[in-house]
C-alpha cells in the first residue's frame, strides 16, 4: 500500500496584501480547473431514499485544492438500513498542479472489514483488501407495478384477447363475467407472486472499488472486482433458488452482467399455468358455470398463458441492470467511473421516477484542465522542462567596487581620504612636537 | 625645549584640518547630486506601491529591483550592472510560478552597496518576499529560507544542474550572490534556498 499521493497545494489566489495601497478585495475568481471526486457507497432503495455514504472531493482552481467530505464514512452514515452492516468504506481524491495543469485521482470502495485505503491513482487497488463485504438490500418489493397482462386485462375488464380464446358460443357468458375473471387472474397471478417472494439482493465482495485520474486531454478509469458476486435470493421457502452470477475480477468498460433469469420467469410461468388450468382451481370455479369445458381448459388458455409468459420477457430485462466499470466521458478531460451500478426493476423508472433500488459502489469523477495563472507572470522562462542540460554554470555577482560611483567621485573620495590622513599625521606631529 | 607654537597652534592646525574633511565630504555629497546614482537598498518600508518587480529579504533590510537577466552564451549568470538590482535568470521559472525554480541573483561589492552584501548572513527560517507588479494587480509571494550554503566556483560548475535544474523545486526560490573575497576576486558563491509558501494577488487601488 502506498500513501496518498500528495497534490501541489497553492495558497489560494484570493487573499490581499495588507497595504495601504491595494484594495482590500479579493481580485481573483477561484473557479474550478480540476476535481476528484469520489463515493464509496450510494444507495437508492424504496423506503430508504438516496443514502449515500457522502463524498469526498478535492478540487483545484490553480492556486490550491481544497478538500470536503470524508474519506473512511462510518457505516452509521448509512443510518438505520441494513444494506451494509460491516465492512469498509473509503474514498479519496486528489489534484496536482504541473505548469498550468490541474490533474485530479480519485479511488472509492468498500472492501472487508478492517481494510485500509490505499494510494489514489497509483496502484492497482484503492485497499489493502482483507476480508469480504456483503451488501444485503433486504427484501426487494420487486413485483410492485409488475403487470403481465397487457393486451389481456384493460380497465378491469377482459379484453377481446381473452374473450376470444373461447368457443364462440361462450364468448358473451365469458363477458358477463368479465370483471370477476379478471380479479380472478390478477389473484392467481398475485398468488404466484407471493410464493415466489421478494428477492434482496446481494452483492458480495473482497474488495469493489472504481478508479479514474484525468489531466488535460487525457482520463483513465478502471474498476476492480475482487472475489465479487451478485445474488437475487428469494427465500429459504421461494420455488426460484437463489440466482448467482459470478462478477469478473478485471471487468471491461461498461461491461453488461448478463443474468440468467429463466428461472424466475419460468417460476412465474408455471405457477399461473398451475393455478388457472386446474379443474378445481378459482378461474375453473368460474368458468364451469357458464359452460366452459374444464377437461380443456389447459388447451384452451395456452395461448393465453402463452401471451404471459411473453410478457414476462421484460422481467429477464429488466429486472436486474448490471453495469461494471460503468464510464462516461465528458469532453477529453473528465471521466465518471462506477465500479459496480446495479439497478433493480429499472423498468419501474418509468412510473415511479426512479428504479425500484439502485446501488453504485466505487462512485468516481476526475477532471483534469488547465488554467490561466492569477498574473501572468512577465518573463517566465517556462523553463519548466530543462531538467539541468542548460542552466548557469557560474554566478559572477561579486564586485570589488561599486561600479555605478562615477570615477571622480572615487578621487575625490581618495583625496579626502589622503587629505584626512594627512591631516591626522600633521596633527600627530604637531602634538608630538608640542611635549618636546 | 618647547617648541615654537605655530600660527594657529597645533590643537588649532588639526581642528582645521577635520573642518577641510567635512567641507570635502560635503563636496562629495554635492557630486552625488550632480551625478545621481540609485538610491541605496537602505531599508524602504513599503508605504506605496511597488512600482516594479521587487525582492524584500526584511532581516537583511534589502529591498531591491528585481529585473530579468539573461545567462551568456557560455553559460555564466551575471546580475544586473546595477548592484542595487537584483535579476532572476530567464531560464528559470518566473518569480511567483508554482513549478520549477526561480533563481536571482545580486552583487555583492566588497565595499558595499551590493544588494546581496549580506546574503551570506541570513538565517533558516526568515522571510523573503518578491513582489510583481502587473497591469491593476500586485502579487506577493512569500517564501521561508530552508538553507545557507557557501559553494565553491567548481562546486557551482559541476553541480549546477541539480542546483539549478528547472525539473524541481516547486517553486521555490534560489539567492544566488557571490562570496569568498579575497583582497581580488571571489572564489565562491552563497546560496539561498527559500520555500515557496504561497502567493497573495490583490488589485491596486485606482
Known sequence: ?436 | MARKAGLLGPARQATLLETIVVIVALSIAGVGLIYPSPQPPTPVKLIGAPTGDVLQVPSLKVQAPLVSVKMSKDAQLDPPRNPRQVGYWSGSSAPGALTGQTLVTGHTVHTGGGALDKLGTVKVGQPVVIFRKYSGQVQRTKYRITSVKTYSKKQIATQAPTLFGQDRGKGRLLLITCTGWDGQEYHGNTLVTAKRLGTEVAALRA
Open chain 1, 1 to 436: 500500500m502506498t500513501a496518498l499521493r500528495g497534490g501541489m497545494c497553492a495558497t489560494a489566489a484570493a487573499l490581499t496584501i495588507g497595504l495601504g495601497v491595494l484594495a482590500a478585495s479579493p481580485a481573483l475568481a477561484a473557479d474550478e480547473v480540476g476535481h476528484g471526486q469520489a463515493s464509496a457507497l450510494n444507495v437508492g432503495i424504496a423506503g430508504m431514499s438516496n443514502s449515500v455514504s457522502g463524498q469526498y472531493a478535492a478540487s483545484n482552481d490553480g492556486a490550491k485544492q481544497t478538500e470536503s467530505g470524508s474519506k473512511n464514512p462510518a457505516l452509521r452514515v448509512l443510518g438505520s438500513q441494513s444494506l451494509i452492516s460491516q465492512g469498509t468504506l473509503a474514498q479519496d481524491a486528489t489534484t496536482s498542479v504541473a505548469g498550468r495543469v490541474v490533474s485530479s485521482a480519485a479511488c472509492a470502495g468498500l472492501s472487508g472489514e478492517g481494510a485500509t485505503l490505499a494510494a489514489v491513482g497509483s496502484s492497482d487497488s484503492c485497499f489493502a483488501s482483507t476480508d469480504t463485504v456483503s451488501l444485503n438490500s433486504g427484501a426487494l418489493d420487486t413485483f410492485k407495478n409488475f403487470d403481465p397482462f397487457t393486451g389481456i386485462i384493460a380497465n378491469g375488464q377482459l379484453t377481446d384477447t381473452f374473450v376470444n380464446a373461447f368457443p364462440a358460443a361462450l364468448r358473451d357468458a365469458i363477458r358477463g363475467a368479465s370483471a370477476q375473471i379478471s380479479n380472478t387472474l390478477v389473484a392467481a397471478l398475485q398468488q404466484v407472486l407471493d410464493a415466489i417472494g421478494n428477492p434482496s439482493l446481494i452483492v458480495g465482495a473482497d474488495a469493489i472499488e472504481g478508479q479514474c485520474t484525468a489531466t488535460r486531454g487525457a482520463t483513465t478509469a478502471d474498476a476492480n472486482l475482487v472475489d465479487a458476486g451478485l445474488t437475487l435470493d428469494f427465500g429459504a421457502n421461494s420455488p426460484v433458488d437463489p440466482i448467482t452470477v459470478a462478477l469478473p475480477v478485471d471487468p471491461k468498460p461498461n461491461q453488461k452482467v448478463v443474468t440468467d433469469l429463466s428461472a424466475l420467469t419460468t417460476a412465474i410461468t408455471d405457477g399461473l399455468t398451475t393455478s388457472l388450468t386446474n379443474q378445481s382451481g378459482p378461474l375453473a370455479q368460474l368458468l364451469g358455470p357458464l359452460g366452459v369445458a374444464l377437461g380443456n381448459l389447459a388447451d384452451t388458455l395456452n395461448p393465453i398463458i402463452g401471451q404471459i409468459s411473453d410478457q414476462l420477457g421484460p422481467i429477464e430485462d429488466n429486472i436486474l441492470d448490471i453495469t461494471l466499470n460503468k464510464q462516461t466521458k465528458t469532453g477529453d478531460s473528465q471521466i465518471h467511473e462506477t465500479a459496480l451500478d446495479a439497478q433493480v426493476l429499472p423498468a419501474a423508472a418509468a412510473a415511479t421516477g426512479s428504479s425500484l433500488a439502485s446501488i453504485q459502489v466505487g462512485d468516481v469523477d476526475c477532471l483534469g484542465g488547465t488554467f490561466t495563472p492569477a498574473v501572468n507572470p512577465p518573463g517566465d522562462g517556462g523553463n519548466g522542462g530543462n531538467g539541468g542540460s542548460n542552466v548557469p554554470t557560474s554566478v559572477d555577482a561579486g564586485l570589488a567596487g561599486d561600479p555605478t560611483i562615477p570615477t571622480g567621485v572615487m578621487v575625490a573620495l581618495g583625496a579626502l581620504f589622503l587629505v584626512a590622513a594627512g591631516g591626522v599625521g600633521v596633527r600627530q606631529v604637531k602634538l608630538h612636537h608640542g611635549k618636546d
